[in-house]
Nanobody, 122 residues
Framework: QVQLVESGGGLVQAGDSLRLSCAASGRTFSRYAMGWFRQAPGKEREFVATINWSGDKTVYANSVKGRFTISRDNTANTVYLQMNSLKPEDTAVYYC???????????????WGQGTQVTVSS
Protein backbone atom coordinates (compact mmCIF):
# COMPACT_ATOMS: atom_id res chain seq x y z
CA GLN A 1 0.00 0.00 0.00
CA VAL A 2 1.41 3.34 -1.06
CA GLN A 3 1.55 5.99 1.61
CA LEU A 4 2.56 9.63 1.23
CA VAL A 5 2.95 11.73 4.36
CA GLU A 6 3.50 15.48 4.16
CA SER A 7 5.03 17.59 6.88
CA GLY A 8 6.52 21.02 7.40
CA GLY A 9 3.51 23.25 7.07
CA GLY A 10 2.73 26.03 9.47
CA LEU A 11 1.91 29.67 10.06
CA VAL A 12 4.47 32.18 8.79
CA GLN A 13 4.64 35.82 7.85
CA ALA A 14 4.89 37.17 4.34
CA GLY A 15 8.47 36.97 3.12
CA ASP A 16 9.34 33.97 5.27
CA SER A 17 10.37 30.52 4.09
CA LEU A 18 9.13 27.00 4.71
CA ARG A 19 10.26 23.60 3.54
CA LEU A 20 7.67 20.92 3.01
CA SER A 21 8.59 17.25 3.00
CA CYS A 22 6.72 14.26 1.68
CA ALA A 23 7.84 10.82 2.79
CA ALA A 24 6.79 7.94 0.57
CA SER A 25 6.48 4.25 1.25
CA GLY A 26 4.92 1.22 -0.33
CA ARG A 27 6.56 1.08 -3.74
CA THR A 28 9.87 1.95 -5.35
CA PHE A 29 10.03 5.70 -4.92
CA SER A 30 12.70 6.31 -7.54
CA ARG A 31 10.52 4.96 -10.35
CA TYR A 32 7.90 7.67 -10.08
CA ALA A 33 7.40 11.33 -10.74
CA MET A 34 6.32 13.44 -7.79
CA GLY A 35 4.22 16.55 -7.69
CA TRP A 36 3.05 19.23 -5.32
CA PHE A 37 -0.42 20.74 -5.53
CA ARG A 38 -2.33 23.11 -3.32
CA GLN A 39 -5.91 23.98 -2.59
CA ALA A 40 -7.17 27.12 -0.92
CA PRO A 41 -10.65 27.35 0.62
CA GLY A 42 -13.28 27.75 -2.05
CA LYS A 43 -10.79 27.22 -4.87
CA GLU A 44 -9.89 24.35 -7.12
CA ARG A 45 -6.80 22.23 -6.65
CA GLU A 46 -3.84 24.00 -8.24
CA PHE A 47 -0.60 22.64 -9.64
CA VAL A 48 2.53 23.91 -7.92
CA ALA A 49 5.54 21.88 -9.06
CA THR A 50 6.59 18.49 -10.33
CA ILE A 51 9.82 16.53 -10.64
CA ASN A 52 10.78 13.47 -12.64
CA TRP A 53 12.09 10.23 -11.19
CA SER A 54 15.75 11.21 -11.33
CA GLY A 55 15.33 14.81 -10.28
CA ASP A 56 16.78 16.40 -13.41
CA LYS A 57 13.50 17.66 -14.82
CA THR A 58 11.25 20.06 -12.96
CA VAL A 59 8.20 22.10 -13.91
CA TYR A 60 6.72 24.98 -11.92
CA ALA A 61 3.54 26.97 -11.93
CA ASN A 62 4.14 30.54 -13.04
CA SER A 63 2.86 31.78 -9.70
CA VAL A 64 5.71 30.11 -7.79
CA LYS A 65 8.53 30.13 -10.34
CA GLY A 66 11.66 31.67 -8.87
CA ARG A 67 10.36 31.34 -5.30
CA PHE A 68 9.72 27.61 -4.85
CA THR A 69 12.09 24.71 -5.50
CA ILE A 70 11.12 21.07 -5.75
CA SER A 71 13.73 18.41 -5.10
CA ARG A 72 13.93 14.78 -4.16
CA ASP A 73 16.16 12.37 -2.30
CA ASN A 74 15.62 8.89 -3.65
CA THR A 75 17.74 7.35 -0.92
CA ALA A 76 15.37 8.81 1.66
CA ASN A 77 12.18 8.26 -0.37
CA THR A 78 11.33 11.91 0.14
CA VAL A 79 10.36 14.86 -2.03
CA TYR A 80 10.74 18.43 -0.84
CA LEU A 81 9.25 21.79 -1.63
CA GLN A 82 11.37 24.73 -0.54
CA MET A 83 9.18 27.81 -0.43
CA ASN A 84 10.82 31.22 -0.19
CA SER A 85 9.41 34.74 -0.24
CA LEU A 86 6.02 33.44 0.78
CA LYS A 87 2.97 35.55 0.05
CA PRO A 88 -0.51 35.52 1.61
CA GLU A 89 -1.86 34.10 -1.65
CA ASP A 90 0.29 31.00 -1.08
CA THR A 91 -2.01 30.09 1.81
CA ALA A 92 -3.49 26.65 1.11
CA VAL A 93 -3.38 22.99 1.98
CA TYR A 94 -0.40 21.52 0.15
CA TYR A 95 -0.54 17.97 -1.14
CA CYS A 96 2.14 15.76 -2.58
CA UNK A 97 1.28 13.25 -5.25
CA UNK A 98 2.94 10.37 -7.04
CA UNK A 99 2.49 9.35 -10.64
CA UNK A 100 3.99 7.70 -13.66
CA UNK A 101 4.74 10.81 -15.68
CA UNK A 102 5.78 14.41 -15.18
CA UNK A 103 2.54 16.33 -15.58
CA UNK A 104 0.73 19.38 -14.29
CA UNK A 105 -2.64 17.61 -14.36
CA UNK A 106 -3.76 16.43 -10.93
CA UNK A 107 -5.86 13.57 -12.30
CA UNK A 108 -2.79 11.93 -13.77
CA UNK A 109 -1.36 11.27 -10.32
CA UNK A 110 -2.56 8.09 -8.68
CA UNK A 111 -1.48 8.48 -5.07
CA TRP A 112 -1.92 11.43 -2.74
CA GLY A 113 -0.93 12.49 0.72
CA GLN A 114 -3.30 13.88 3.33
CA GLY A 115 -2.02 17.44 2.97
CA THR A 116 -0.32 19.99 5.19
CA GLN A 117 -1.62 23.47 5.92
CA VAL A 118 0.46 26.49 4.99
CA THR A 119 -0.79 29.85 6.20
CA VAL A 120 0.97 33.08 5.29
CA SER A 121 -0.03 36.20 7.16
CA SER A 122 0.42 39.68 5.75
Amino acid sequence: QVQLVESGGGLVQAGDSLRLSCAASGRTFSRYAMGWFRQAPGKEREFVATINWSGDKTVYANSVKGRFTISRDNTANTVYLQMNSLKPEDTAVYYCAQGNIVTTRWYQYDNWGQGTQVTVSS
